[in-house]
């Protein structure tokens, strides 16, 4: 049996993914991020969600949503984000620096 849990069900959850999978492959981690449009490619990645991304590796996933609220909206999934930035095959790039 497989158990969804959707966080920001009723808005923003403050949490570091929007939905968790439980099921057959134990728990699995979904970041939803959307935009109304079809070329926006960037999109902001908190520190937080990018340390759980690191942490969970393989069982992380993004969930981008092209033409949101359109009639043909659009998914691209993205598993494994830190490891495909790692291969070169996306890019990130941090906007804060701490010392």
């Given amino acids: 049996m497989t158990e969804v849990v959707w966080l920001s069900e009723d808005g923003e959850s403050g949490g570091h993914y929007d939905i968790k ?5 134990g728990e699995e981690f979904i970041e939803v991020k959307s935009t109304g449009g079809e070329e926006k ?4 990645v908190s520190i937080e969600q990018w340390k759980l991304m690191r ?9 981008r949503v092209y033409g949101a609220g359109t009639s043909k ?3 691209e999934k993205i598993h494994d984000p830190v ?3 790692k291969e070169g095959y996306i890019d ?7 010392i």
């Fill in 41 to 44: 490619r960037w999109f902001d």
């Fill in 92 to 98: 990130a790039h941090p906007i804060r620096i701490r």
């Fill in 83 to 85: 490891k495909l930035w």
């Fill in 21 to 25: 999978i439980i099921g057959g492959k």
């Fill in 55 to 63: 942490e969970k590796g393989n069982k992380f996933y993004i969930y």
């Fill in 73 to 75: 909206p659009r998914l």
